[in-house]
């Protein structure tokens, strides 16, 4: 059996994995993967380890937070942070959108699944170049096929998506007014 730490935002050996294992990972860990990496028993274990460092990261008012998103756990920073780790992003790391590649993805994020046409009729321009660009980026992705003549593709949001904007499934996108902050 492990000792726990004698400080009280100090880390056991077993929450040291964890928070390791997230802070390697380039994508959201669900629980059964973190008690893979950090050689805990099962998810249940590693559900409970995972609230505890969350309950540390609020404690200590870290820079971190531990976030549940596109059905995994993930470390980000905390939103107020944003502005200092703009100065020291790397560029390319980011998938830059134009607005109007902006507003097709949200057309495909509020009405998946849906085809090509629909995007179309939405906006009132062709989207299938921006479509395309949007696929190439990992961020929309075909989700199977109308049922219409020439069995048009369907267009559904993937999970670097939901991950991009914070989401732990589609249903969390904002209704109406709403707004999200990002972090």
Same mark, same amino acid.
């Given at each position: 059996?492990?000792?726990?730490?004698?400080?009280?935002?100090?880390?056991?050996?077993?929450?040291?994995?964890?928070?390791?294992?997230?802070?390697?990972?380039?994508?959201?860990?669900?629980?059964?993967?973190?008690?893979?990496?950090?050689?805990?028993?099962?998810?249940?274990?590693?559900?409970?380890?995972?609230?505890?460092?969350?309950?540390?990261?609020?404690?200590?008012?870290?820079?971190?937070?531990?976030?549940?998103?596109?059905?995994?756990?993930?470390?980000?920073?905390?939103?107020?942070?944003?502005?200092?780790?703009?100065?020291?992003?790397? =560029?390319?790391?980011?998938?830059?959108?134009?607005?109007?590649?902006?507003?097709?993805? =949200?057309?495909?994020?509020?009405?998946?699944?849906? =085809?090509?046409?629909?995007?179309?009729?939405?906006?009132?321009?062709?989207?299938?170049?921006?479509?395309?660009?949007?696929?190439?980026?990992?961020?929309?992705?075909?989700?199977?096929?109308?049922?219409?003549?020439?069995?048009?593709?369907?267009?559904?949001?993937?999970?670097?998506?939901?991950?991009?904007?914070?989401?732990?499934?589609?249903?969390?996108?904002?209704?109406?007014?709403?707004?999200?902050?990002?972090?």
């Amino acid at each position: 059996m492990e000792v726990g730490p004698t400080d009280p935002l100090g880390r056991d050996a077993a929450t040291a994995r964890v928070e390791a294992a997230l802070l390697f990972a380039e994508e959201p860990l669900n629980a059964r993967r973190v008690a893979e990496a950090a050689g805990l028993k099962d998810g249940h274990e590693a559900r409970r380890v995972l609230d505890r460092l969350r309950k540390l990261y609020e404690a200590d008012d870290s820079a971190f937070r531990l976030s549940e998103v596109a059905g995994g756990f993930q470390l980000l920073t905390r939103a107020e942070l944003h502005p200092w780790l703009l100065r020291v992003r790397r =560029t390319g790391s980011d998938p830059r959108l134009t607005p109007v590649a902006l507003e097709v993805l =949200t057309v495909i994020a509020y009405k998946q699944p849906i =085809t090509r046409a629909d995007v179309d009729a939405v906006r009132g321009v062709g989207c299938g170049e921006i479509i395309r660009l949007l696929m190439e980026k990992g961020l929309v992705r075909t989700g199977g096929r109308h049922d219409s003549l020439g069995r048009p593709h369907l267009y559904v949001t993937t999970k670097k998506f939901l991950q991009l904007f914070g989401l732990n499934s589609a249903d969390e996108l904002p209704k109406g007014g709403e707004r999200r902050s990002s972090g």
